[in-house]
């Protein structure tokens, strides 16, 4: 399957890219296919199951408002934040809906939006089924999904398959981009990669950048690219900004901005730690506005979705000479390890744990930042399987279903990690003896040997171990 950097980093909305950004999708892909059936007219209900980590953790990652706001016709990358619990609210509040924002239906949520708790779909833990009726209960559609994290959508073929291997929809500046795209630089491996760079003597940004050629002009793809960079810019900024406490129970406060303020006020520093209190205000910045159900880059996924921006930051801040160029080189770069975690293992929480988003995203920002510092693509495979190994075995388990805790401290301490996983392979030769290959299948075998109560239950860790207030 062709991935495009533009799969792996997305506009969305929060609080999750697989909770929230994936079913929103969804419902709206299922809109659409009412509309290509000439179906729309003739709908007079529209029912949803929301099954496995969907249905334990859905309330809390907005799955709910998520399905309600895609069969509206919202997109994550577009819906207005400001205003999307108030289109909620007007649903609930009338019991109607109008689908694709043009044909009225009935909806009571109690019936017509199912969360179910305990019961999965075969293909994958993230499980949405959707039905349309007739006015006289007539079935007239039926479709099953898979938000495989990241906001990828699988659609389960036709004829019942249960392997979710159908189409997949990105979230991209493209949309959907097609599986079989013929790039220049094909690989599912890094030691494909890795070949591609010693026969082109290209950078890995530099495969990866010829590769999204094959979607886009190379002026389209830095515009693109600079592009996801303000969007990151802007949530770290707002983040920075937006005072108070996060919703959804926990009374969790949001410290960013008392952080920046202190940073602020206390000037430049010698202190050799100011660096890692920057990163981890970059982090918490993006992590919190994502709590909040604000606008974020997924990076590759939302529960992780500061950790990039972090690390991409601090290369801003304090490199010489870094610029637009250096940013676009960093991001491409990013995305080229990315492909490997997507085409290898999965970047899902509810699949292989939290080793999957946050390790992948600190592996990501880690080869990136040593890239742009000079590293070879040997140093960089070195730096992004570093970034990975230490995250092996991390759990997901959010208390409360939400993403706050462990979720926002995990993304500050992965930042910080990727930054030194980046020197460590500078110091090196790229000479190492675990591969990023190796690393990647160990997580993916690790992920399959968790228990599914360590995988975005909340039935297990500090999700049933911490009392909530």
């Known amino acids: 399957m062709a991935i495009s950097a533009f799969d792996l980093f997305s506009i969305g909305i929060g609080p999750s890219s697989s909770h929230t950004v994936g079913p929103m999708k969804a419902a709206r892909m299922f809109v659409e296919s009412l509309v290509e059936a000439d179906l729309l007219g003739v709908t007079a209900a529209v029912r949803t199951g929301l099954f496995g980590s969907l249905g334990a953790t859905g309330l809390g990652h907005g799955s709910d408002k998520a399905v309600l706001l895609g069969l509206s016709g919202e997109r994550p990358a577009t819906v207005d934040v400001e205003t999307a619990d108030a289109q909620v609210e007007h649903v ?195 992590n919190e506005e994502n709590a909040s159900g604000g606008r974020v880059v997924t990076a590759p996924t939302n529960g992780a979705a500061g950790i990039i921006p972090a690390v991409l930051h601090h290369y801003r801040a304090t490199v010489a000479g870094a610029d637009d160029d250096g940013v676009v080189r960093f991001l491409l770069t990013a995305a080229a390890i990315g492909v490997v975690y997507k085409e290898c293992a999965s970047i899902s929480g509810a699949e292989v744990g939290c080793q999957g988003e946050v390790g992948s995203a600190c592996s990501m920002a880690a080869g990136a930042l040593c890239e742009v510092l000079g590293g070879s693509p040997q140093q960089v495979e070195n730096a992004a399987e570093i970034g990975m190994e230490h995250h092996l075995g991390l759990t997901c388990d959010p208390v409360g279903g939400l993403v706050q805790i462990p979720c926002i401290e995990r993304n500050a301490m992965a930042a910080v990690r990727a930054v030194h996983a980046a ?40 999700a049933v171990n911490v009392i909530e207030c």
């Not at 392979?425 to 968790?450: E, F, K, N, P, W």
Request: with cysteine; net charge negative; charged share 30%.
């Open 92 to 286: 609930r509040r009338t019991r109607r809906l109008a689908l694709q924002g043009r044909h009225e239906i009935d909806f009571d949520e109690r019936t017509d939006l199912v969360l179910h708790r305990g019961r999965s779909l075969p293909g994958h833990p993230n499980g949405i089924r959707m039905t349309a009726h007739d006015s006289g209960g007539a079935e007239l559609l039926a479709r099953t999904y898979y938000s495989i994290g990241g906001g990828f959508v699988h659609e389960e073929p036709e004829d019942g398959g249960g392997d979710g291997s159908g189409d997949s929809s990105g979230d991209g500046a493209g949309g959907l981009v097609a599986d079989r795209t013929e790039v220049r630089f094909p690989y599912r491996s890094a030691a494909e990669l890795l070949a591609h760079c010693a026969a082109s003597g290209l950078p890995l940004s530099g495969v990866m950048l010829a590769n999204e050629l094959s979607w886009r002009s190379e002026d389209q793809v830095r515009a693109d690219l600079l592009e996801i960079w303000r969007v990151m810019r802007d949530c770290v900024r707002r983040g920075c900004e937006r005072e108070g406490t996060l919703p959804g129970g926990l009374e969790v406060r949001r410290r960013a901005p008392g952080l920046f303020r202190r940073l602020r006020d206390a000037g430049p520093s010698e202190d050799t730690l100011d660096v890692m209190d920057r990163l981890s205000l970059y982090a918490m910045a993006v």
């Open 423 to 462: 020197r460590l392979a500078l110091h090196g030769d790229g000479a190492h003896v675990v591969s990023l290959d190796a690393v990647i299948a160990t997580m993916r075998q690790t992920g399959a040997d968790m228990l599914a109560e360590y995988k975005e239950t909340s039935r297990g860790g500090l």
